[in-house]
């Protein structure tokens, strides 16, 4: 009886080591599958992180640096422009106040020219004709007095003449008529004269002869 159980024994013992080695062996690929699956999963969701954080990091950066760029090149374009169109607009205010300056000037200069140029010519036109008729004026002074001289010298020669030759004509005329007159009565008085001094002579020869 002894001898009969120890087989079967044995054979049960080997039976039960064939079936918790069987058991563990499962345990093991299932505890090896868990722990493989849970360090894959783990591993893999580390790489995935790691992964998406990589992708998450450029796709940031790369938004960030667009969103950065952007921004800079508008903020710099905005400058730029308020810049650029300050300097337009100075430069445009500093050439249109030359060019107005200059225009002005123009301007101005050819008033002051066209003003100084009528003003000179009516200047020089009045003093040159004040002058000209004080100039006439002593010219036609001069020879209305030198002609009036002249005609009433010729005037009074003329009257002295006339007068003159009237007066001596009458002059002559009268004294030569005294003349006559004196000659007359001369002549007169010296032929009583002669006839009383002749009576008177011949008086005594009358005496004489009678």
């Known amino acids: 009886m002894k001898t009969s159980s120890s ?9 039960l080591s064939i079936c918790l080695s069987i058991y563990l062996s499962q345990c093991v690929r299932i505890y090896l599958s868990i722990y493989l699956s849970i360090s894959v999963c783990s591993y893999l969701s580390i790489y995935l992180s790691i992964y998406l954080s990589q ?23 905005s400058y730029l422009s308020t810049y650029l169109s300050q300097c337009v607009r100075i430069y445009l205010s500093i050439y249109l106040s030359v060019f107005v300056s200059i225009y002005l000037s123009i301007y101005l200069s050819q008033c002051v ?7 000179l010519s009516i200047s020089v036109c009045s003093y040159l ?28 020669h003329i009257y002295l003449s006339i007068y003159l030759s009237i007066y001596l004509s009458v002059f002559i005329s009268i004294y030569l008529s005294k003349i006559y007159m004196n ?11 002669h006839s009383l001094f002749i009576s008177i002579l011949s008086t005594p020869f009358i005496f004489i002869y009678i």
Do not use: D, G
């Open 113 to 119: 020219r066209i003003y100084l140029s009528t003003y």
């Open 55 to 77: 992708c998450v990091h450029i796709y940031l950066s790369i938004s960030v640096c667009s969103y950065l760029s952007i921004y800079l090149s508008i903020s710099v374009c």
């Open 7 to 15: 087989p079967y024994h044995h054979h049960h013992h080997h039976h």
């Open 129 to 156: 004709s004040i002058y000209v008729s004080i100039y006439l004026s002593r010219c036609v002074h001069i020879y209305l007095s030198i002609y009036l001289s002249i005609y009433l010298s010729q005037c009074v």
């Open 183 to 193: 000659i007359t009565y001369l002549s007169i008085y010296l032929s009583i004269y």
